[in-house]
């Protein structure tokens, strides 16, 4: 429970200690700023919009599939805790769920949705 | 209380120590480079060019700066605060292992943290105004989701065969058990650390600058510093997963890093991706199972 403490603490730490280097920059501020050093890195034109960028299909496929395993994963972190306790009725269940996670994965795998194309 | 204060002055101990190897490693790796390359790196500054970090470092805090968010919105700050934090963070969990602190699921709070940095790259290159950060920062936190599963069966194989997430000092034949995964785990930690064969945050100058080409002085030190802080504590991390010894293996890891990017041509974005889940995926949870039904 200390350690948990110690990462919010430091956590905060590491907020506070940005914040401090921003008011510091700021404040030394006043440095003249030319016209081109106040747009966007691009040449021959002042964008004053913010950059569009079409959606993507592949992207989002491949981090739903990421999304999916993530999540039968995190029932499967549970694992260690229970193993070595003998755990004799749910032994059966996990085997049956990490065997539908990797028949998933080898669906996925066999109708060619992994890869990028 | 006491405990509290001793965690923050050994945390800030460590933190100043390894910014300090990450000022030198910075100089050593441009030299490694420009010696691979045939010519000589930094070596006007310091003694052989071993002062360079600071130099940089105090030239960019000089450099002019822009108050306003013209080019950048408001919202980036916040990215770069969960970058400061989420490092500042893994520092502490590395001192406090190495302390022997370590509670039921400490590689449990790497997997957490490892994840929320993903979080920090997308905002960073997301609220620039630049069609580069903002197409590096897409391929960037997509890389990062997937050293992130390929970490989360790492973080299950250790549990399996250890008892728990808990002191990953006692793990010391993880590599003999599993050594293909240790092999893919080498090349998602280049994915996740931005770094050649798989530097698709700035492609070696093909998007100008990746995420950071709008960010100036200050915050610019902010990410290149928290970049090579992160690549420290996770190269520690790994071997420390697969085997249990850690100096001399890190400096080996962090060369290892520096050669990999001068000798290999970056993997074309969909060859890369294409490795990880046709390739390295099926691997992993090939030997999931296989571990599962051996215990």
Known sequence: LGFCFLGLLFFS????????????????????????????YECGFDSKDVSRFPFSFRFFLIVIL???????????????????????????????????????????????????? | MLVF???????????ILILLLVAFYIVGERKILSYIQL????????????????????KLLSKCKFGEFSFRS?????????????????????????SNVWGNWTLLYFLVLSSLLGYS?????????????????????????MFEMVFMCVVILFGLSYNGYGNPYISSILMFIAPLVFIIWLLVLLSENNRTPCDYVESESELVSGISVEYSSVLFLVIFACEYLIMFIFSWISF?????????LIVMCLVLFVMM?????????????????EYCIVIILVYLMCLFSLL
């Open chain 1, 13 to 40: 730490l590491g907020l506070f200690l940005l914040f401090t280097l921003w008011l510091v920059w700021l404040d030394l501020l006043g440095y003249n700023s030319f016209r081109e050093s106040q747009s966007v």
């Open chain 2, 261 to 277: 990017r001068g000798s290999f041509p970056r993997l074309r974005f969909d060859i890369f991706v294409s490795l990880i889940w």
């Open chain 2, 74 to 98: 408001w919202f980036s700050l916040i990215g770069c605060m969960i970058l400061v934090s989420c490092s500042v963070s893994l520092v502490v969990i590395y001192t406090l292992i190495n």
């Open chain 1, 66 to 117: 990421f999304v999916i395993l993530d999540v039968e994963l995190c029932f499967v972190l549970q694992m260690p805790f229970e193993l070595f306790y003998f755990m004799y009725g749910n032994r059966l269940y996990y085997l049956y769920f990490i065997v539908l996670l990797v028949f998933g994965v080898w669906l996925e795998y066999f109708n060619g949705l992994l890869v990028w194309k």
């Open chain 2, 121 to 145: 790259t997308l905002l960073i290159g997301w609220c620039s105004w630049s069609k580069y950060s903002l197409i590096s920062s897409i391929r960037v936190s997509f890389s990062s989701v």
């Open chain 2, 240 to 248: 420390i997963i697969f085997l249990s010894i850690n100096e001399i």
């Open chain 2, 5 to 15: 204060i001793w965690g923050l002055v050994v945390s800030v101990e460590s933190l």
């Open chain 2, 39 to 58: 010519r000589k790196g930094p070596n006007k500054v310091g003694v052989i060019g071993l002062l360079q970090s600071f130099a940089d470092f105090v």
